[in-house]
């Protein structure tokens, strides 16, 4: 089979290695891909939101099946052109779509159908939601309603600081279009976790639960970024909290979607933040976290592709899904003064006789005259997979450790949390 994954960074280079573990793969495309990525596909400059471009690749290279693995392109209707080619593809279409790309949609479906949440009010008039602002009890998030790279999410500890996110994101138009509307939520406190799931638009089997961490700087210190590291499983998740998950959140919200005329098929990913008052939904996304993918594809036992065309085909029930044990760790390498301003085009030294139980995957750089060079903020994500987490983060921090560029950076606590619960 050949095969097409639309997007360039890490959580690409996760899922096309996972691929390739079929033999029945011949080719991959990969549009745009990265330099890393590279080498285990063939990188195609065609850019995730031209999706003219993408159609006619996809048409004139007879591909069989296409995943879609960015927020944009789904927002923008990849699947649904994809789809009218006749092309099968994993990831939902563009109402679908609309659970990460208007917040307002996903908290609207969780108030009507009674789908645990943080309490909520919606404006698309920048006077009346300065005005709520203004009494609502602190702290506050304040939300940009559509996509914005993960950074349309302001926690607001201050009446000041509420305002300001107001008037950024509504007047100011910081992140674009997608201010026009704000959601403006009550603060949630708990451990957070993230559960992606495959689905198919009536049955759902959640994977493995993970632990990212946001924050810049060691201690949960700094701005957020995209993602520092990521664990997998969880411990905060245990299984009695899954079952409760299973049926108040994960079955209700699959068949909200069908009931809508929208089901969900490819993966939906679960926000959860475990309050004293139960496991609530922070958010939802339309498709692979990252870097959550880098840690949980490793588990996977079952045939992604073969799993992924269930989705699609609508027979995941038949199929079971199995996991490896152990655990998985994902340590970020980032360009120095990231998540803000920082150089690109340092070259990248890679040993090549990393481990066995050690992967990196590629998220910001590229190939130049034969050389690895940075291109982005988060360059490399350095994951091992191991018989527990203490092994796995000590394998991934000792890989991490021989990688270098000029002004790398990583976080020393991935995971620390993690280990604190394990070890009671």
Known sequence: MDLMVIGGGGREHAIIRKLRENPAVETIWCLPGNGGIAADAECVSIAARDIDGIAAFAESHRVDF?????????????????????????????????IESSKVFAKNLMKKYGIPTAAYETFDDPAAALDYVGTAPLPLVVKADGLALGKGVLICETREAAEKAVRDIMEDRVFGA???????????????????????GSYIVP?????????????????????????????FYTPEIAKVCMKKIFLP???????????????LYFGLM??????????????FGDPETQVVLPLLKTDLLTVMRACEEGTLRSLPVEWHDGAAACVILASGGYPVAYE??????????????????????KLSDGKLLTSGGRVLGVTAAAADLPAALADAYAAAERIHFDGAF???DIGRRALAVLEG
């Open 344 to 365: 690109k085009g340092k070259e990248i030294s890679i040993p090549g006789d990393l481990p066995e139980n050690v992967t990196v995957y590629h998220a910001g750089d």
């Open 66 to 98: 296409a995943v879609v693995a960015q927020d944009d392109p789904l927002a923008l209707g990849c699947v649904d052109r994809l789809h009218a080619l006749g092309i099968p593809c994993f990831g939902p279409d563009a109402k679908a779509a609309r």
């Open 207 to 235: 994977m493995v639960s993970s632990m990212d961490h946001k924050r810049s700087g060691d201690g949960d210190t700094g701005l957020n970024t995209g993602g520092m590291g990521t664990v997998a499983p969880n411990p």
């Open 274 to 287: 475990l309050t004293p008052d139960g496991p609530k939904v922070i958010e939802y996304n339309c498709r």
């Open 253 to 267: 919200t699959v068949r909200a979607m069908a009931i809508e005329g929208c089901p969900f098929k490819g993966c």
């Open 178 to 200: 997608s201010g026009s509307r704000i959601v403006v939520e009550e603060f949630l406190t708990g451990p957070e976790v993230s559960v992606l799931s495959f689905t198919d």
């Open 410 to 412: 990583m976080r020393r």
